[in-house]
């Protein structure tokens, strides 16, 4: 598909830009910028270490209902502990002479849950002995970065890439002098490494082919700005990695449409932010409209992306991929999902290749 066409099919679906939570972006501020040449790598890889944030969406919808309501701060809720898990992702991108970069994406909630994932999917003993080459969070939300006690017990002096947008708490919490006992969340483990904060207007280029934008943009339980991963992967075209996504599948594609030098649209993992508690809009049917427009070829959801979401998306002929069985062998499955006929998440111990 030419750029030229692909513009095209964003201005018809453009309502639904801003599902996720933002419009701006789309708007013409961002599009008389010079493109950017993020280089290319030859595949990346990406294990679901866990995308099983919490356990039961009645509970946690209840959690945020009854600390009162998404305007208020996460770190003012008393959260369910037995319903929490975390948000963890490895990525293993190899570069075109052949040799690789390990990326960690986001820190998880729960520090047990935690733990538990960073043993079972071999990253503990990655941390450990320093083969991860950077700790990249999405966004500084509860179930993406409470957790950082663990990944920084394992290698304290990890690089760390982070929005610039974190509120005090989360920067208490990177130096190690957090503890807050009505959230339940604590750290006193300082990070030592090296520590990039991404701005909203610049794009920061970790590897050849890869890269990280920040979309500066309010989030509920008072969070602000995510990040997304880009690869340029050569033969094939650019796959995102998100965490949740709140910016916006489309918006997130847009801006890499009118961004990145050579924009071909290839893939996506992660969590989507479409229909997290499994509660149906018809504007998420203008979301599958205009990805397929967009031309994805191959398409991993899980976390926030809504399994009604998924399924639809799926019958409607858009290339997502089928999770395994894999997620039974956890000490713990949700007890929400699949809401869906098929398998339409990539569930804890499932990779994709792209
Ligand atoms: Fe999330
Ligand atoms: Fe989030």
Not at 16 to 43: Q, W
Not at 79 to 91: E, F, K, P
Not at 211 to 238: C, H, S, W
């Amino acid at each position: 598909m030419q750029r030229r066409d692909f513009l095209k099919g964003l201005a018809v679906t453009g309502a639904a830009a801003g599902v996720g939570g933002l419009g701006p972006l789309v708007g013409k501020g961002f599009a008389a910028k010079k493109l950017e040449n993020i280089g290319e790598c030859k595949s990346v890889k990406v294990t679901c270490v866990s995308e099983t944030s919490w356990f039961d969406s009645p509970r946690m919808l209840q959690d945020i209902k009854d600390g009162g309501g998404a305007m208020v701060s996460m770190y003012d809720i008393p959260w369910t502990q037995s319903n929490i898990g975390g948000y963890v992702a490895l990525i293993e991108v190899e570069q075109l002479d052949g040799s690789k970069h390990v990326i960690q994406l986001d820190t998880g909630w729960h520090q047990d849950w935690t733990d538990y994932v960073l043993d079972k999917s071999g990253l503990t003993a990655l941390l450990s002995s320093k083969k991860v080459d950077a700790l990249v969070m999405s966004h500084e939300h509860e179930d993406h970065y409470w957790a950082l006690r663990s990944t920084l017990k394992r290698y304290q002096n990890i690089p760390m890439v982070i929005p610039n947008t974190f509120y005090p708490e989360g920067k208490a919490m990177l130096k190690g002098k957090y503890k807050n006992d009505k959230a339940h969340v604590w750290n006193d483990i300082p990070h030592t490494g090296e520590l990039v904060e991404v701005s909203g207007d610049k794009i920061y280029k970790m590897y050849p082919g890869v890269a990280v934008k920040m979309f500066d943009i309010p989030i509920m339980l008072k969070t602000r700005g995510e990040q997304a991963l880009f690869f340029n992967v050569k033969d094939k075209g650019v796959v995102s990695v998100t965490g949740c996504c709140h910016m916006g599948l489309l918006t997130m594609l847009s801006w890499a449409a009118r961004n990145i030098e050579g924009y071909k649209p290839y893939g996506c993992y992660g969590g989507l932010h479409i229909a997290a508690f499994e509660n149906w809009d018809p504007k998420f049917d203008d979301i599958i409209k205009g990805a397929k427009k967009i031309g994805l070829q191959k398409m991993g959801c899980n976390h926030c992306t809504g399994w009604i979401w998924a399924q639809k998306a799926k019958d409607e002929g858009l290339p997502i991929v089928l999770g395994t069985q894999k997620y039974k062998e956890y000490k713990k499955t949700p007890t929400t999902g699949p809401g869906a006929k098929e398998n339409v998440y990539l569930r804890n111990g499932d990779t994709i290749t792209f």
